[in-house]
């Protein structure tokens, strides 16, 4: 595995890192990352590393002095599906469009979210546009559409690791800043090149 470089993590402010190059062939129509063993929780489908992205989180937080957050069933399809619409349809690929936005490709209201976050509503009422979740979602996502990078598999430790260099980011998962409002609910979703964390305040039902 060649060494990671910096690129492409977006939130509300937008910063960009990278993604890890994974020299297996990549194959886009796969969902979860090489560690092919699924567990199933409800009715939503979850990888291992997806969950050991999930475990990181929390152990992160608890070294923190912070509760753990509920895994939701519902943020995480909302998630994995924009994972997943990220390497597929590529939304973000624009120089006007971070990768909060949307292709019009699925069952959801398609959006740019460009940097004055003008489209801001695109992203937080996602969980309650595709799912029975009440509340809004706010999401930390990591990877690039750019060409350069196909082939690039996110991994649960990068993504981990890319957000805690942001402070933005950071301050989302250990409710810093303006984020210090109790979590109730996370979801996660890993597809290829990217990783998104979907956070509510509101409780799954």
């Known amino acids: 595995m060649k060494k990671l470089n910096l690129l492409?993590?977006?939130l509300l402010v937008?910063?960009?890192v990278s993604c890890s190059r994974n020299d297996n062939d990549y194959d886009p129509n796969?969902?979860?990352?090489?560690?092919?063993e699924?567990?199933?929780?409800?009715?939503?489908?979850?990888?291992?590393?997806e969950l050991k992205l999930y475990e990181l989180i929390m152990e992160y937080r608890r070294e923190n002095g912070l509760k753990s957050i509920p895994l939701s069933n519902s943020l995480s399809f909302v998630a994995q599906s924009h994972a997943r619409d990220l390497v597929e349809n590529k939304p973000d690929i624009s120089e006007d469009c971070n990768a909060h936005s949307w292709s019009n490709n699925g069952n959801w209201s398609a959006c740019c979210y460009t940097w004055d976050h003008a489209q801001a509503s695109c992203m937080w009422n996602k969980p309650r546009e595709m799912t029975s979740y009440t509340g809004y979602?706010?999401?930390?996502?990591a990877g690039s559409s750019n060409p350069i990078y196909d082939g690039y598999i996110m991994t649960a430790d990068y993504a981990l690791q890319s957000w805690q260099g942001s402070s933005h980011h950071n301050d989302v998962i250990l409710n810093g800043a303006w984020w210090n409002s109790d979590w109730n609910a996370i979801g996660i979703g890993?597809?290829?090149?990217f990783a998104t964390a979907w956070f509510g305040h509101a409780h799954d039902q």
């Not at 796969?30 to 092919?36: A, H, M, P, R, Y």
């Not at 699924?38 to 590393?49: D, F, P, R, W």
């Not at 979602?137 to 996502?141: D, P």
């Open 8 to 10: 492409a993590v977006i």
């Open 14 to 16: 937008t910063i960009v």
């Open 30 to 36: 796969v969902i979860k990352d090489e560690n092919t």
């Open 38 to 49: 699924l567990l199933e929780k409800n009715s939503v489908t979850y990888s291992s590393e």
């Open 137 to 141: 979602g706010f999401e930390i996502a």
């Open 190 to 193: 890993m597809y290829g090149g």
